[in-house]
């Protein structure tokens, strides 16, 4: 198997299998599933702990106002009633005014917290250092346990317009968001390996060879971006490694110049004529007026 190392700009994302014989437009529409799959799994991730220390998200119409004015406005959440955490709710206030305030016990807040420490570790881009390749089936294992976790604790679901929901029905509005610039369509997704766009139409074997046990860093770019900036002919590893090798030989060679410093032999404890001199009178001699 083909091994893809898939780079967003000079970042790892993840490892992916695939084989020489495979068309160009599967492997983008497999590469582009997996990092939006990826991509789901770490917003769902970061919305989850705000439900866990706060509770449902409140209504759009009611997001950031103060108490005051919505009673003023005489504005009521028809879903605090319906979506009440198991155990019963603990009440912590949302300072932004985005979530109710009714939030889980610390049991169920638990449970929540690991699940989402399961899912990120599952996507990790760590799992590049350990050498695992990522798979759709990865990306569907993080995701079910983060919507069974949910369903635990909160039984009778979560809100329509809660971002988690949506997250789980494919809702999603990320318009305006720093995470729709991110998110990329399987039609403006290209890979480029070498400084080449590797062209839909064309298959793998048709850049790297037939040699199924071949390496590649690509990169992963959006339809407009140009060329992503090519790999350095060596990794910052590599490069540290031979400043260290340096170094180390710099040291070397200033202990073999001390060892071989010869200074010594003029000094007067390495004369062998010293005793001779001492017995003939020799020694202390000047020459010149005093």
Same mark, same amino acid.
């Given at each position: 198997?083909?091994?893809?190392h898939?780079? *967003? /700009?000079?970042?790892?994302?993840?490892?992916?299998? %695939?084989?020489v =014989?495979?068309?160009?437009?599967t492997?983008?529409?497999?590469?582009?599933?997996i990092?939006?799959?990826?991509?789901k799994v770490?917003?769902?991730?970061s919305?989850?702990p705000e439900?866990? =220390?706060?509770?449902?998200?409140? !209504?759009?119409?009611?997001?950031?106002?103060?108490?005051e004015?919505?009673?003023?406005?005489?504005?009521?959440?028809?879903w605090e009633?319906?979506?009440?955490?198991?155990?019963?709710?603990v009440?912590?206030?949302?300072?932004i /005014? *985005?979530r109710?305030?009714?939030?889980?016990? =610390?049991?169920m807040?638990?449970v929540?917290?690991?699940?989402?420490?399961?899912?990120?570790?599952?996507?990790s881009?760590k799992?590049?250092?350990?050498?695992i390749?990522?798979?759709?089936e990865?990306?569907?294992e993080a995701?079910?346990?983060?919507?069974?976790?949910?369903?635990?604790?909160?039984?009778?679901g979560?809100?329509?317009?809660?971002?988690?929901?949506?997250?789980? $029905?494919?809702?999603?509005?990320?318009?305006g968001t720093?995470?729709?610039?991110?998110?990329? %369509?399987?039609?403006?997704?290209?890979?480029?390996?070498? &400084?080449?766009?590797?062209?839909?139409?064309?298959?793998?074997q048709?850049?790297? /060879?037939?040699?199924?046990?071949?390496?590649?860093?690509?990169?992963?770019?959006?339809? &407009?971006?140009?060329a +992503?900036?090519?790999e !350095?002919?060596?990794?910052?590893?590599?490069?540290?490694?031979?400043?260290?090798?340096?170094?180390r030989?710099q040291? $070397?060679?200033?202990k073999?110049? $001390?060892?071989? =410093?010869?200074s010594?032999?003029?000094?007067e404890?390495?004369?062998?004529?010293?005793?001779?001199?001492?017995?003939? /009178?020799? %020694?202390?001699i000047?020459?010149? +007026?005093?």
């Amino acid at each position: 198997m083909v091994q893809l190392h898939v780079k *967003r /700009g000079d970042e790892s994302q993840f490892l992916f299998n %695939t084989s020489v =014989d495979s068309p160009l437009e599967t492997v983008i529409q497999q590469v582009t599933a997996i990092y939006n799959g990826r991509l789901k799994v770490e917003r769902i991730c970061s919305e989850i702990p705000e439900l866990a =220390d706060h509770g449902i998200t409140l !209504p759009p119409n009611m997001q950031g106002l103060t108490e005051e004015q919505i009673e003023e406005l005489k504005l009521k959440d028809e879903w605090e009633d319906k979506c009440v955490p198991s155990g019963g709710p603990v009440f912590r206030k949302d300072e932004i /005014g *985005r979530r109710n305030g009714h939030a889980p016990n =610390d049991k169920m807040n638990a449970v929540l917290m690991k699940t989402v420490e399961e899912a990120k570790a599952l996507i990790s881009k760590k799992q590049v250092q350990a050498n695992i390749c990522v798979t759709m089936e990865m990306v569907k294992e993080a995701l079910d346990p983060l919507r069974g976790a949910v369903m635990i604790v909160y039984p009778m679901g979560l809100p329509p317009h809660d971002p988690i929901r949506m997250e789980f $029905e494919d809702r999603e509005d990320l318009s305006g968001t720093q995470a729709s610039l991110q998110v990329m %369509t399987e039609d403006e997704c290209q890979l480029w390996w070498a &400084g080449k766009e590797m062209q839909r139409g064309k298959k793998l074997q048709d850049y790297v /060879g037939k040699n199924e046990k071949t390496k590649l860093v690509v990169k992963i770019q959006k339809r &407009g971006e140009g060329a +992503p900036a090519r790999e !350095p002919l060596i990794t910052e590893e590599q490069q540290k490694q031979m400043m260290m090798h340096h170094y180390r030989r710099q040291e $070397e060679l200033k202990k073999l110049e $001390e060892a071989d =410093d010869d200074s010594h032999l003029d000094s007067e404890w390495s004369d062998r004529q010293a005793l001779k001199k001492q017995f003939q /009178g020799l %020694t202390n001699i000047k020459w010149g +007026p005093r």
